[in-house]
């Protein structure tokens, strides 16, 4: 008896070891016990009260607390409050997405949306490196919003009507405005002029379990043309068998296509992306839980501060400069006169830190995009004063 | 096995082995070698052309596709330490070398002293020298490289050819074959002659550091990698002879702390050297110490009472209401009743477990004292780990976890063998139990894990786990999914075990019987050694499976080897599309670490007899 009792024990024993030996970084609960931890300000939710001791999920409290929300907005109960508390942004990025959030060698995030992640935090913690990049599938990067694992998504989300209701996520302004485009060989008789109509009868391959097979279907049924439609695992063997022959077209989002006819067009080949218009719609930008308008005001406004400081041409070499002799509305979102920040629940100089630390729009896409071969000039991506659409309301 | 004669040059004399073995016919010279094996008759010639040549097609297939011009090899090397380490900081790398540093002083120690490895004759090493240069040539003159990166190679690949010779018409033939040098000299050689050439070969020196990237081809590699290996080869090899030189009665005292020491190793780099915990010395002094002297002194004098001999039924009642003391410290934390030290719950637990194994060691006062003396080491262990585990880390790091690459591939793997161990043996123990409810719950368990792919309990854990957890808990996902993989690779091992204990004869049970052992003495001393010898070879299979099959957690979102190589690194600007270069190394990485667990496992047969007896 015992013994059969013992091995049953050990066994628990075993996995309690084990879920406490590895949940040590996140398991406040064995920390706070003792009662030394003082540096710990949720303590107050560990002592057993069910519901609201979830300070961490603004996207999943929405269902029960609806008339709560203004009391939130005011006593600061919101994500944005979570994040300061922490003194960390949780910031849901990709890990491998071309020139908008990659490993660099050395091991840090670096991207397009890698940087907008660190804007955020220096608007909301003032250090643009107070983030910790969490690299999310496609496949969980919603849930990991919706169980509060996540602060903010940069992940070059595609903003939906299903994703905006359905889903349960909100959409910030739209940073990048990308189209699934097709790359061919010039020397099979395609130019940059050609049309979906062109490719009637080639090979045209892109990476499984994505939108942009369903587009290439729908374009190519709308054109009234056929093609064979080879998909593979992901883009890097997309791409090889497009170099070997394989394929005589590929499709997929035009940054992406951009980034590979920069690195890998071989010589001697000239590779064309077309059509001019893309065939479908890809505006990226930030993804959050939905029902926190303080949240959603916070990473709004941050893109918006960005846009507005490349619009009067303030870089982040000439920030004080700008605060000292700028314009008005530059003076007021910088945080000198009539700043609105504090009503916002930021400190009043969290824009210019935004802008000093991470730069306005136009760096932050050159700094990542330009060497992949991605400019703004003439794109959708262009400030609406030269013809595209990034665009943002007046700070006042 | 046991060598008298220490000594670095070559071991003269005949092994006992090598004695017991049936004479040999005298070894042919290479050309006539290869007319009796390879061309004997006209249709054993045919099959040799025709499979040569499909072989020789595959090699040239491999040697032009990775000397090929298109391939960028630069982004797989300066991407090196991104594979290996991920993003560890780089201001404290100094901590990554010293946990290379420990692993290669236990090598160097342990082989030294138990004086590992086999004997290997002169004459299978003049092949060895000998098929290595003609493949080397052969595979050169296929390749795609210019004539200065072929003559190169061709002078390698001779002079190892001309080695081989050397050694097998310098020695003649007797000679060649009951002459034996030690493995251990072999491997450490090789290590040497590797690092050595770190120094001298221009692999190329390719680094990012600070942002800057360095592209030099033609030189020597960067002195952060060469440093930090030459100090490693001169650890293991000094090592190494400083466990063959040391005195029989030092040998004896360092074999336990030595075999402590590899039990614990994963703890101690993981969580101590690379963790670095910032000790807060006040409370370690007020509440940990004292706390961990309790458990230690409380808990002994209670299991010296314990196991008096003629206690009976108090002992075991004892036992059982520590064991539900314990239960309702646990319960407590689960509800959030009142707060206490894991530790302290975790202290209770072991005593209960302790308690209730008493009343084995009832008998003389040495053999209470073993308990005793047990549990103290026990409690400081479990104590010293909880407490640096608990303690937060200097390193800046951002992210769930502080390892990646390599690190996290072998972390991931290690962890899960480690848990999934004992975690197996008693789910074996419980499906082969007397008790129905043990065997079903057991059976329910194996079999509900066994029928469940692993990429799904992987992504289960990963995604689902925390929406499971009390408010407040949540788990990091690396926990999350070394808990699931600990899980499935437990059903697995349950198996294997389970087959070596049913390989235990009726009469092993009634001799233990007879001899009056307790049910857990003849589990512990008879059935399960037996068992476990037998299982060796399924448990090293399922080692090595658990080694490749972490490459699964780059499915989740983990950046191990597979994920680094496979998504991050194409994915940099820099090195668009670098794929298949990263696939090739880290097939080579996996290979080299799945290839010594199977060499070792065959050692390890040998040693312990299996399939002889």
């Known amino acids: 008896m015992t013994m059969t009792l013992k091995r049953l024990l050990a066994l628990l024993a075993a996995l309690t070891l084990l879920v406490a030996a590895c949940g040590d970084s996140s398991d406040d609960d064995s920390a706070d016990g003792g009662g030394d931890d003082a540096g710990q300000d949720d303590g107050g939710s560990d002592d057993g009260d069910s519901d609201d001791g979830d300070s961490d999920d603004g996207g999943s409290d929405d269902g029960d607390s609806d008339d709560g929300d203004e009391v939130e907005l005011t006593q600061g109960d919101g994500v944005l409050a979570a994040v300061q508390a922490r003194g960390e942004l949780n910031c849901g990025v990709s890990g491998a997405a071309v020139a908008f959030s990659t490993l660099d060698a050395e091991g840090n995030m670096v991207g397009f949306d890698a940087d907008y992640c660190r804007a955020v935090a220096a608007a909301v913690l003032g250090d643009a490196e107070a983030v910790n990049f969490v690299e999310l599938t496609a496949a969980e990067r919603f849930t990991a919003v919706q169980t509060g694992d996540v602060d903010l998504l940069m992940r070059n989300t595609t903003w939906t009507q299903s994703r905006d209701t359905d889903v349960g996520m909100d959409f910030g302004p739209t940073t990048y405005y990308d189209g699934q485009q097709l790359m061919a060989r010039e020397g099979d008789g395609f130019s940059n002029a050609s049309g979906v109509a062109d490719i009637d009868g080639a090979v045209v391959c892109t990476n499984a379990g994505t939108t942009t097979e369903q587009n290439i279907s729908d ?18 063997i997309v791409t090889e068998n497009f170099i070997s022959g394989a394929c005589d077209i590929i499709t997929t989002d035009g940054s992406g296509l951009v980034g590979r006819k920069a690195e890998q067009q071989p010589d001697g080949e000239e590779w064309v992306i077309f059509p001019a218009t893309p065939i479908s719609k890809e505006p990226l930008g930030p993804t959050y839980g939905q029902n926190d308008s303080q949240w959603a005001d916070v990473i709004n406004w941050v893109v918006y501060a960005t846009i507005i400081a490349d619009e009067k041409g303030v870089t982040s070499g000439d920030v004080d400069d700008a605060l000292a002799n700028g314009d008005a509305e530059i003076v007021r979102l910088f945080g000198g006169e009539g700043e609105l920040q504090s009503a916002m629940g930021l400190s009043a100089d969290a824009f210019f830190q935004v802008i000093s630390q991470v730069g306005n729009y136009d760096e932050i896409y050159a700094r990542n995009l330009n060497p992949v071969g991605l400019t703004r000039d003439g794109s959708a991506n262009a400030a609406w004063t030269a013809g595209g659409l990034i665009f943002a309301p007046p700070a006042r | 096995m046991e060598n008298s004669q220490p000594s670095l040059t070559i071991d003269d004399g005949v092994l006992p082995q090598a004695a017991a073995l049936p004479p040999e016919e005298p070894s042919l010279p290479p050309g006539e070698w290869i007319k009796k094996n390879l061309f004997s008759t006209p249709f054993n010639a045919v099959l040799t052309v025709v499979f040569g040549a499909i072989a020789l097609f595959f090699i040239d297939l491999f040697v ?22 991920q993003g560890y900081p780089e201001s404290q790398y100094i901590r990554i070398w010293v946990s290379v540093g420990f692993l290669a002083a236990l090598t160097g120690l342990c082989s030294g002293i138990w004086n590992a490895g086999d004997a290997v004759s002169m004459k299978r090493i003049s092949t060895w020298f000998m098929s290595t240069g003609a493949f080397g040539i052969i595979a050169i003159a296929l390749s795609p490289l210019d004539t200065g990166g072929k003559t190169t ?38 290590i ?19 942002g800057v990237l360095t592209n030099e081809p033609d030189s020597i590699v960067a002195f952060t990698t060469r440093w930090p290996w030459l100090v490693m080869a001169f650890i293991l090899i000094g090592t190494y002879i400083a466990g063959r030189f040391a005195p029989a009665s030092a040998a004896r005292v360092f074999k336990p702390i030595l075999i402590g020491l590899w039990v614990l190793s994963p703890l101690i780099i993981v969580w101590v050297i690379l963790r670095d915990p910032e000790l807060d010395w006040d ?90 003396f047990g549990w103290g080491i026990f409690m400081a262990v479990l104590h010293y780990f909880a407490t640096m585990i608990n303690t937060a880390s200097t390193l800046e790091f951002r992210g769930d976890f502080f390892l990646g690459g390599y690190a996290l591939t072998l972390f991931v793997s290690v962890m899960t063998l480690m848990l999934s161990f004992p975690l197996g043996v008693m789910l074996a123990l419980a499906r082969t139990s007397r008790l129905p409810i043990f065997r079903l719950l057991s059976t329910v368990y194996i079999e509900a894990i066994r029928g469940v792919p692993l990429i799904t309990i992987l992504f289960f854990f990963s995604v689902v786990l925390n929406l499971f957890l009390p408010n407040g808990m949540s788990v990091s996902e690396t926990a999350a999914v070394v808990t699931g993989y600990t899980l499935f690779s437990a059903a697995y091992l349950a198996e294997n075990v389970r087959g070596g204990l049913q390989s235990i004869r009726r009469g092993q049970f009634e001799a233990a019987d007879a001899l009056g052992l307790t049910g857990s003495q003849r589990t512990g001393f008879i059935v399960l050694p037996q068992a476990l010898r037998v299982s060796i070879p399924p448990l090293v299979g399922q080692a090595i499976a658990t080694y490749k099959e972490t490459s699964l957690v780059a499915i989740v979102g983990l950046n191990d080897l597979t994920r680094i190589a496979n998504a991050i690194i194409p994915a940099q600007s820099e090195f668009l599309g670098v794929q298949m270069e990263n696939l090739i190394l880290i097939s080579f990485i996996y290979w080299v670490g799945a290839f010594s667990m199977s060499k070792y496992s065959q050692k390890l047969e040998r040693r312990l007899g299996v399939g002889e007896r």
């Not at chain 2, 009142?338 to 084995?360: C, W």
Request: glycine share 10%; aromatic share 16%.
């Open chain 2, 283 to 372: 409370h370690v002094i007020s509440t940990d110490i004292p706390m961990a002297l309790g458990f230690i002194l409380i808990g002994g004098a209670l299991l010296y009472a314990l196991s008096k001999p003629g206690l009976g039924e108090i002992g075991k009642l004892a036992g059982f209401g520590l064991l539900l003391f314990a239960a309702f410290h646990w319960l407590a934390a689960f509800f959030g009743w009142y707060p206490m030290l894991q530790k302290a719950r975790l202290s209770f637990l072991f005593l209960a477990l302790f308690a209730m194994a008493a009343a084995n060691f009832a008998g003389d006062r040495r053999t209470r004292l073993q308990l005793v």
């Open chain 2, 64 to 85: 032009d596709f990775v000397f090929s011009e298109e391939r960028r090899w630069n982004g797989t090397a300066t991407n090196l330490r991104l594979l290996m380490t």
């Open chain 2, 153 to 190: 190679w061709f002078i390698a690949s001779a002079v190892s050819l001309a080695i081989g010779l050397a050694l097998w018409y310098g020695l003649g033939d007797q000679k060649r074959r009951s002459t034996f040098v030690r493995t251990p000299y072999l491997i450490y050689g090789a």
């Open chain 2, 192 to 210: 040497a002659a590797i690092v050595a050439s770190l120094w001298v070969v221009p692999y190329g020196n390719y680094t990012f550091s600070d």
């Open chain 1, 219 to 236: 374009a190519a049924a709308a054109a009234g043309i056929s093609i064979t439609l080879n998909t593979f695992e992901d883009f890097n």
